[in-house]
């Protein structure tokens, strides 16, 4: 397991993913291990002002045969998340925490691209408002529900669709073409396999209905409870509405609901907590 440390909190990759990710996934011509190395550097300067971005650029054409008939396709804003895992402490049960897909923000509706903007999951390390190599802001909000969840659990950050890329109008997770590639279940059941994780959540519509079709799960409508369920390996899976403001309206009843009254907190980190608490709950 590669490892890097800043304060209290360590970032690094399970064993085994770094080679999965080359399989499967994209072959960059400088190497993943550089793509690892340039994001935990990131991590260690990431509140000193220091941040640098990439130097170095991945292309469409270095994705596996798998995405033969994407590379074919002219798109843009293209995007990977790598994931990663982040620690505080030795042998603490994982969470294995799902978005749909790397998502990123439209640029001039136009112009198609040869690279491949790279960052990681839910923007979880602190990025404070910069938008250089295709790299999304941090939410503080956000990043309070996964400060919160560290307190009991380390978390690996990943998504159910690896790469994201807009053609024409129409965006890669509306299309069936790309949502039914079988490279997506054969990654994410390889991380669940090498991360072993005690959970799986899954946080919002988009990230619950790709992780459904995905493991072939029933798709469960919010309430004012947590969902939980379990994968045909017996996994726990829990799906939620999303941390982000817009799904507030969502959270809502289960922020509110008295059965998760004797949970501290507010907002986000009270959200993390109540979650954290049903995936303990036998």
């Known amino acids: 397991m590669t490892n890097s440390n800043s ?35 990131y991590f260690n300067h990431q509140f000193n002002g220091s941040e640098i971005p990439g130097d170095f650029p991945i292309f469409i054409n270095e994705l596996t045969a798998a995405f033969a008939e994407i590379k074919l396709k002219q798109i843009r804003t293209v995007g990977i998340d790598f ?66 969840l560290l307190e009991t659990h380390d978390l690996y950050l990943t998504d159910a669709y690896k790469l994201f890329y807009r053609e024409g109008k129409k965006m890669s997770n509306g299309q069936n073409e790309f949502k039914s590639l079988e490279v997506h279940s054969e990654i994410l059941e390889k991380e669940i396999k090498l991360v072993n994780p005690s959970a799986i959540i899954s946080l919002g519509n988009a990230a619950r209905n790709a992780i459904c079709g995905i493991l072939k799960l029933e798709v469960p409508t919010w309430s004012d409870t947590v969902y939980k369920t379990k994968t045909q390996a017996g996994i726990n899976v829990v799906m939620v509405p999303h941390i982000s403001g817009s799904a507030n309206g969502y959270k809502a009843p289960i922020l509110k609901n008295v059965a998760y009254s004797n949970i501290e907190g507010e907002n986000n980190p009270k959200y993390a907590r109540i979650i954290a608490s049903v995936i303990e709950k036998r």
């Not at 080679?19 to 793509?35: A, C, D, F, H, R």
């Not at 790279?118 to 390390?125: E, K």
Request: charged fraction near 25%.
């Open 7 to 41: 304060s209290e909190i360590s970032i690094s990759i399970p064993d085994g993913i770094k080679e999965m990710l080359e399989e499967k996934l994209i072959q960059p011509s400088v190497g993943i291990k550089k793509v690892y190395s340039w994001i935990f550097d």
């Open 83 to 148: 994931p990663v895992l982040l620690s505080k402490g030795n042998n603490r049960p994982v969470l294995m925490i799902c978005a749909m897909d790397p998502l990123r923000d439209e640029t001039d509706g136009i112009t198609t691209s040869n690279d491949i903007g790279l960052w990681v999951p839910f923007s979880a390390i602190n990025n404070p408002g910069k938008k250089g190599n295709n790299m999304k802001p941090s939410d503080k909000r956000n990043l309070s529900f996964f400060h919160t």
